[in-house]
């Protein structure tokens, strides 16, 4: 078997696999970080055989230069900056910038990318009558969704994915008005009048303005909540090949719109076992403040016959701490102090964190808080209601499917995203007319 030098240790360049009578060299790919991976796609041509890997558990669906992770290790990179300096030394502009276009942005062009981001932060005007139509008790995800899929139809003018000029005008719409989308969802639903982008304030202060200001009298934005929204939007800014990014990569890969394509990874995000898990986790904490027995409900996630979960445990790569969890934390515990809040919540997840770290269940399965284990206690205290966690996760990920859609268009391997399946089901039968069934 030959070899090949990556670097650290020398590594095969091809596996040998041995099926029936027969053995095949399958090509070995070594990542950067010296990850091991071994190339399938000849597997069928040449065997007959595919392979089987129900959830994905351990396929590569591509090769990839955005976010580096290491569960075993609690390591995450964006474009090969660690996690831990972005969250306290960047905006979220520039961490956006830096997702996708591979680099961090100089002052110029900070300066201009945050330009033409402010220049799109309006919606169509008609695009308001969208929000008549919806019921006022609407789920925020679904208001969100459907806007940003409708966007396919008032931006014609920038939606070939094909066009790359098309696609640097979606991606500034869809940064700006992402935050105004949002915002208007929730002032919808609880009927108080939209609040228009004002183009001099950053980022966040624009979202928080948008969301908490009424026409009648001023909005003072604090600074602390300022901080906290960027850091929560930078940690959830990228995360891989994960559900949402998954859809968006394999929607974008039929050559669908990139606003089509982000409406489906808005739509992924939303359930519970992914992005919805950060409303989950709160509703489980009011629960267990309601009942008082700390106990009770973790027995019930360890019970093999009840799907009870813990919320905001547990992670598909993470196997030692969810690096984004600590950094969320710690700034949790930094804003209730300032804020001199006391948060019976705050205690309950600190609590329950300590019970199931020194449990044997969860020590055994290796399963920790994950980063939607305290980012919901945040929102609580900067008075972002529950319903529209989930949509703030949607705008800090929002660079990342932009990353990786346009990662994929770019790439000289880009093909539509197919994959097989193994068929249980029904051999050939004889059918049944409908009066002998
Ligand atoms: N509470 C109790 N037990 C759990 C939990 C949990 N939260 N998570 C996993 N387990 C147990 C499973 O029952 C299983 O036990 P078993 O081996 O005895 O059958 C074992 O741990 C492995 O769990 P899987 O479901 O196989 O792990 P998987 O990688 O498929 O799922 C997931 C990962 C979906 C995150 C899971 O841990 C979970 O449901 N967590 C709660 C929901 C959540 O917090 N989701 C957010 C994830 S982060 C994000 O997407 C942004």
Redesign the pocket.
């Given at each position: 078997m030959s070899s090949v030098v990556t670097g650290k240790e020398s590594m095969p360049e091809t596996a040998k696999l041995k099926i029936e009578d027969r053995e095949i060299d399958l090509r070995v790919v070594v990542g950067t970080e010296q990850e091991k991976a071994i190339d399938l796609g000849k597997l069928r041509n040449e065997t007959g055989y595919i392979t089987l890997d129900e959830?994905y558990v351990n396929t590569g669906s591509t090769r990839s230069a955005i976010t580096f992770l290491n569960g075993e290790q609690g390591i995450l990179r964006y474009r090969g900056y660690p996690i831990e300096d972005l969250a306290s030394k960047c905006d979220f502009v520039e961490v956006s910038y830096l997702l996708i276009y591979g680099e961090l942005p100089n002052r110029q062009q900070l300066e201009e990318f945050t330009r033409s981001i402010r220049r799109h932060t309006l919606l169509h005007e008609d695009m308001r009558y969208f929000y008549r139509g919806f019921p006022r008790d609407a789920h925020p995800m679904a208001t969100l969704s459907s806007v940003v899929s409708a966007m396919s139809t008032f931006y014609q003018d920038s939606a070939d994915p094909r066009d790359p000029e098309h696609v640097r005008v979606s991606i500034y719409r869809l940064l700006a008005k992402l935050p105004t989308i949002a915002a208007y969802s929730y002032k919808k639903s609880i009927g108080q009048p939209f609040i228009y982008p004002q183009n001099d304030l950053t980022y966040c202060e624009n979202f928080l303005q948008m969301m908490f200001a009424v026409p009648c009298e001023p909005y003072d934005i604090d600074p602390d909540f300022v901080n906290a929204l960027n850091m929560l939007l930078i940690v959830h800014a990228d995360h891989e090949q994960?559900c949402s990014t998954s859809t968006v990569r394999m929607v974008g890969s039929s050559q669908a719109n990139l606003f089509a394509s982000i409406a489906a990874g808005i739509c992924a995000l939303w359930g519970?076992?992914?992005?919805g898990?950060n409303e989950a986790v709160v509703s489980m904490l009011e629960e267990i403040h309601r009942d008082g027995n700390l106990k009770k409900f973790i027995d019930m996630?360890k019970d093999k016959n009840n799907k009870y979960?813990?919320?905001?445990?547990?992670?598909?790569v993470y196997k030692n701490f969810d690096p984004r969890a600590t950094i969320i934390k710690g700034a949790c515990d930094r804003l209730l102090a300032k804020l001199k809040i006391d948060d019976p919540l705050f205690q309950i997840a600190q609590e329950l964190e300590q019970v199931a770290l020194n449990d044997e269940y969860f020590v055994e399965?290796r399963?920790y808080p994950?980063?939607?284990f305290y980012s919901g206690v945040i929102y609580r205290a900067m008075g972002i209601p529950v319903p529209m966690f989930t949509v703030l996760f949607s705008m800090g990920r929002l660079p990342g499917w932009l990353a990786h859609w346009k990662e994929m268009q770019e790439s000289e391997s880009f093909r539509i995203c197919r994959p097989r399946q193994v068929y249980v089901g029904e051999n050939e039968r004889q059918f049944i007319p409908l009066d002998n069934r």
């Open positions: 959830g994960n519970p076992l992914h992005g898990a996630a979960r813990l919320m905001g445990f547990g992670h598909r399965r399963l994950n980063v939607d």
